[in-house]
């Protein structure tokens, strides 16, 4: 239900100004941006004081597994996640049963995310099944508003099937994704390669398997001018090669996860397969040479590969269990947190939200997209009512039994968070509020 609110005693976040302000919402839009407004006629009052008043986070990379994988999550369950979170919207992921390869699939996907809390973009596979061999009728799809398109969890392995798919989108006008890694070089591997590796005695994933698909693809992006995006990049080189093709105007964006900002290969000594993951975890000289890039305003976007699992696919010996992490939760403290927790929220919602929805091509209203709003806006008069309000002062803990995802597979397990959200507002909608889920 949309009420009226106002949003009280806050620091509202603007790409080119941080400005002390309270913000007042009607009908699902924003109505005014000023110092001590006038509340509109019943408003709900939300206490901001002390916290960064910003749009909507945007998350590039949701699995939200559904059609197929509901033991693990379904669209309403993540969504809730993502709430709680700060997001207004997020990309679903195509590594569904089936792929969503067909319009039929990305037409009940969008039908899923329009009785979800947030907004719910649809992210088509390159090829049938993900399989890599066929592509995908990436028009059909472009048609119902799909603007993105990966194989996610899977790089494309041919190079010329990589590149008809580029020339394919280009002509279309739509983005390719790519999860880079050379299986080739991958195989096996469930952790990063090298003598920690050695010393657990677990196959090693190296980081050249990355680094040698981001070079290809960058090199293809540069011949066919495709808009190219590339997913959870992990390592120094890979962000090496990607700044110097932005150098070049060749037309990349790309993500890095929170879990590649803060955790070590050194966790998998354990032999816990909560911290197996795909990319792995690298070393503290990959770690170091991100938060960098981030601090230095290098990184387009903070994304999450949020990534639920069962039980039984998660308690398994390390090398047999299933990657992947659960993200929306708890990434716009961990992003804060790798930003040094301190600065004025901007590059903070740039990461988390400004850059994503520009990728993702979020930031106007769609009908196509089941008449989905507009995100990443300035927090402005006459912009969708979008909102993410964040407390740098909240120090939650993180318990997985209270998460609202249907899985328990995240690597925070006790630790203490610097930072947390306190109200989240969707189209208008009080969807968090006091970090408690109203729907």
Request: with cysteine; hydrophobic share 45%.
């Amino acid at each position: 239900m949309v009420e009226n609110l106002i949003v009280r005693g806050g620091t509202v976040v603007r790409s080119s100004e941080v400005v002390s302000a309270d913000v007042a919402i009607v009908d699902g839009r924003i109505l005014e941006v000023g110092s001590q407004i006038a509340a509109p006629t019943g408003a709900i009052e939300l206490d901001a004081t002390g916290c960064l008043v910003g749009p909507g986070l945007v998350d590039l990379h949701t699995h939200l597994r559904e059609p197929g994988g509901e033991e693990a999550e379904t669209v309403e369950t993540g969504c809730r996640a993502g709430a709680l979170g700060g997001y207004s919207a997020v990309v679903a992921m195509p590594n569904t049963i089936p792929a969503i390869d067909s319009a039929a699939v990305v037409a009940q996907v969008i039908a899923l995310g329009q009785a979800a809390a947030i907004d719910v973009a649809v992210a088509g596979a390159i090829t049938v099944g993900r399989a890599g061999q066929i592509l995908s009728p990436m028009a059909e799809m472009a048609s119902l508003g799909v603007t993105i398109f990966t194989d996610d969890g899977n790089g494309v392995q041919d190079a010329g099937l990589m590149l008809r798919a580029m020339q394919y989108a280009r002509g279309l006008g739509v983005t390719l994704a790519e999860h880079c890694e050379d299986e080739s070089l991958a195989g096996s591997g469930c952790m990063n390669a090298g003598s920690l590796a050695s010393r657990l005695g677990l196959p090693g994933r190296s980081g050249l398997s990355e680094e040698i698909m981001v070079a290809r693809d960058l090199a293809l992006a540069e011949a066919t001018g495709c808009s190219l995006h590339l997913l959870h990049l992990s390592t120094a080189r890979s962000l090496e090669l990607c700044l110097a093709a932005k150098a070049k105007g060749i037309d990349v964006t790309f993500e890095v996860t929170p879990h590649h900002l803060h955790l070590p290969e050194e966790l998998c000594a354990s032999y816990d397969p909560v911290f197996k993951v795909h990319p792995p975890l690298r070393t503290k000289a990959d770690i170091d040479a991100l938060v960098a890039a981030l601090i230095a305003g290098q990184i387009d976007a903070v994304a999450t590969d949020h990534a639920p699992h069962p039980a039984q696919a998660k308690d398994r010996p390390f090398d047999q269990a299933a990657p992947g992490m659960l993200g929306l939760e708890h990434a716009a403290a961990l992003t804060w947190e790798a930003l040094g927790a301190e600065g004025d929220g901007r590059m903070l919602f740039e990461v988390l939200s400004r850059r994503p929805a520009r990728i993702a091509r979020l930031t106007e209203a769609s009908e196509r997209r089941g008449g989905q709003s507009a995100h990443g806006g300035e927090l402005m008069a006459g912009e969708d009512a979008n909102l993410c309000i964040f407390d740098p002062s909240r120090r939650p803990i993180v318990d997985p039994a209270a998460l609202a995802s249907r899985s328990r597979n995240t690597p925070y397990a006790g630790r203490t968070l610097t930072g947390g959200i306190r109200h989240t507002i969707v189209r208008g909608e009080l969807i968090v509020r006091e970090s408690e889920a109203q729907r």
